[in-house]
């Protein structure tokens, strides 16, 4: 095997294992782990399903595509991107995926192992395993900065940036998954304007383009990148939402601008020609539901929901002491970072079931473990509530990621103010054993 493949890991469904085995003792979990909509009770519309059955119907929808996706379906998002008065596309410049997954795998697999992308960190570990395991050694981040909103630490990106010459470019998650961050256009100029000076190529990952909400709007690359290379990575596995549809596709901007970005562009399409095609069904399906009339009001509607319970949230943890908290502005995240200096190995949460206790001190027994990953294990064991720790984001925060999904509201709330609760008595859990130690 290639060193590489040790890189490869996803914490994200690691943990579901463990949380199955609570599952088999006869509990209800709280899945907080995945961003599937769908896993939480979000309800398809019932014209977004005709349209798909309709489809169902139709032969076409059983064959191959062009290797570079159907071209009405191109030429319609070319279209949506250029109604944003930036960087002008044709259909040529659109190249489909089975979701952005595979697009994110191929991209970085066709870079030298010494070309590196410079991705934020706490990072979404699709794009950071991908990335180490083509260079075949971990990620080269920069900080997203929880003392600051989320927003990057332009500096630590400068100064990598400028003393390794090996990165080719920047990627950008906005809006961000796991921080639930929506960049300001000046954040997003500062990228541009570095990657101007050190002649990078800027990736910005946008599937969350169109989930914002409470004023919130997300800057599209496009907008601020002016004549550099660039692309834009888009999908339907969160919007409509379809991820088990496995479609996602990329938006090459400036084609032209460089001779290697060029070259880039054409060895991805190259890639998807040896496979054939990306999947064509839901291909088919984006026009239709996109200009559906229905699709607007729709997703606004989803968007408020999540702003509803972003506000939740922030009335439930933003007053709880020794946790940094940010408020979520777009995509569907939260990330809640400890105060480092308060967590220690001694602390814990209540877990009065011996099968469940004896499960959460066989998985205590792991080596070296991060902080964070203590708390997520005890939340599990004793909340039942299933979160991802941030050190597993490929970051030295600790903290833990957590969903907005929940679609029914009072669930949400409950599941909150449990985390709340348990967030404080673990905090205070270590005081306590001290205090009985001493009496
Ligand atoms: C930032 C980001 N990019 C890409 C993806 C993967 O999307 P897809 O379902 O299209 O593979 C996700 C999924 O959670 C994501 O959060």
Redesign the pocket.
Do not use: F, Q, V, W
């Given at each position: 095997m290639r060193p590489g493949a040790e890189e490869l890991n996803y914490e994200i469904r690691g943990i579901v294992k463990k949380a199955r085995m609570i599952e088999q003792l006869g509990y209800d979990i709280t899945w907080e782990n995945?961003?599937d909509p769908i896993q939480k009770s979000n309800t398809i519309p019932s014209w977004m399903k005709a349209i798909v059955a309709d489809l169902v119907s139709n032969d076409q929808s059983y064959g191959y595509s062009d290797s570079k996706g159907m071209l009405e379906t191109r030429q319609f998002l070319a279209e949506i991107n250029n109604r944003r008065k930036g960087v002008q596309i044709t259909a040529d410049d659109i190249l489909f995926f089975n979701?952005?997954?595979?697009?994110?795998a191929k991209l970085y697999q066709f870079l030298i192992p010494t070309a590196r992308i410079i991705g934020p960190s706490p990072a979404?570990s699709?794009?950071s395993s991908a990335e180490a395991a083509h260079a075949n050694t971990s990620p080269i981040t920069y900080m997203l900065d929880p003392d600051n909103n989320w927003y990057p630490d332009m500096d630590d990106l400068y100064n990598k940036v400028k003393y390794n010459p090996g990165i080719v470019g920047i990627l950008i998650?906005n809006p961000?998954?796991p921080t639930g961050m929506v960049y300001p256009k000046e954040v997003l100029e500062r990228f541009v304007s570095i990657a101007r000076e050190f002649n990078l190529l800027l990736i910005a990952?946008e599937?969350?383009q169109n989930i914002t909400y409470n004023g919130y709007e997300a800057i599209a690359l496009s907008e601020v990148i002016g004549d550099l290379p660039g692309i834009s990575?888009k999908?339907?596995?969160?919007e409509f939402p379809w991820?088990g549809s496995?479609?996602?596709w990329m938006e090459f901007y400036n084609k032209e601008s460089s001779k290697e970005f060029k070259k880039l562009c054409t060895t991805l399409e190259n890639a998807k020609m040896i496979e054939v095609c990306a999947t064509m069904l839901p291909q088919l399906a984006i026009p239709k539901i996109m200009s559906h009339p229905e699709y607007v009001p729709y997703r606004k509607e989803a968007n408020d929901r999540i702003g509803r319970r972003s506000r939740i949230m922030e009335e439930t943890l933003g007053d709880v002491k020794g946790i940094k908290f940010n408020k979520t502005k777009g995509?569907f995240y939260n990330t809640i970072i400890f105060e480092e200096s308060l967590l220690n190995a001694d602390q814990h949460l209540p877990v009065d079931d011996p099968k469940v206790r004896a499960l959460l001190d066989n998985w205590l027994q792991e080596k070296e473990m991060p902080h964070d990953k203590r708390f997520v294990y005890n939340l599990l064991a004793s909340e039942k509530i299933c979160v991802v720790p941030v050190s597993s984001f490929c970051s030295d925060l600790r903290g833990f990621r957590v969903t907005l999904l929940e679609e029914n509201e009072e669930v949400f709330r409950q599941t909150f103010k449990r985390l709340a609760d348990s967030i404080r008595y673990y905090l205070e859990s270590s005081k306590k054993v001290a205090l009985a130690d001493t009496h």
């Open positions: 995945i961003g979701g952005l997954g595979d697009a994110i979404y699709t794009h998650i961000d998954n990952d599937i969350y990575m999908g339907i596995s969160k991820p496995r479609c996602g995509a």
